[in-house]
């Protein structure tokens, strides 16, 4: 069974740093994109960073300058550094990622459960 798990999110002070990893598990071939997403309460999912399996990344303004997405192809695991947190950034952070399970076949597009991140000010 195919599955993204997300962990390290938690509670911290703003102006801090946490680090999200997700890893993809299951019968995968192969992953290309990757990559975060959020969604605070009452708001829509929104798009924080992605990045392409050859290392190519794409920021939302709002995470310019402070958060860094990489990803490690062997682990077949996404990461999001995030820094110089505020509390505007308390969210669920969801991983996506799109994976194909054999030579040839379509890209499927799944998504983690999230993971909590909490901002105090």
């Known amino acids: 069974q195919v599955q993204l798990v997300e962990s390290g999110g938690g509670l911290v002070q703003a102006g801090g740093s946490l680090r999200l990893s997700c890893a993809a598990s299951?019968?995968?071939?192969?992953?290309?994109?990757m990559g975060w997403y959020r969604q605070a309460p009452g708001n829509q999912r929104e798009l924080v960073a992605t990045?392409?399996?050859?290392?190519?990344?794409n920021y939302a303004d709002s995470a310019k300058g402070r958060f860094t997405i990489s990803r490690d192809n062997a682990k077949n695991t996404v990461y999001l550094q995030m820094n110089s947190l505020k509390p505007e950034d308390t969210a669920v952070y969801y991983c996506?990622?799109?994976?194909?399970?054999?030579?040839?076949?379509?890209?499927?597009?799944?998504w983690g459960r999230g993971t909590q991140v909490t901002v105090a000010s």
């Open positions: 990045i392409t399996s050859g290392g190519s990344t």
């Open positions: 299951g019968r995968i071939f192969s992953i290309n994109n």
């Open positions: 996506n990622a799109d994976l194909r399970f054999r030579v040839g076949s379509k890209e499927y597009n799944y």
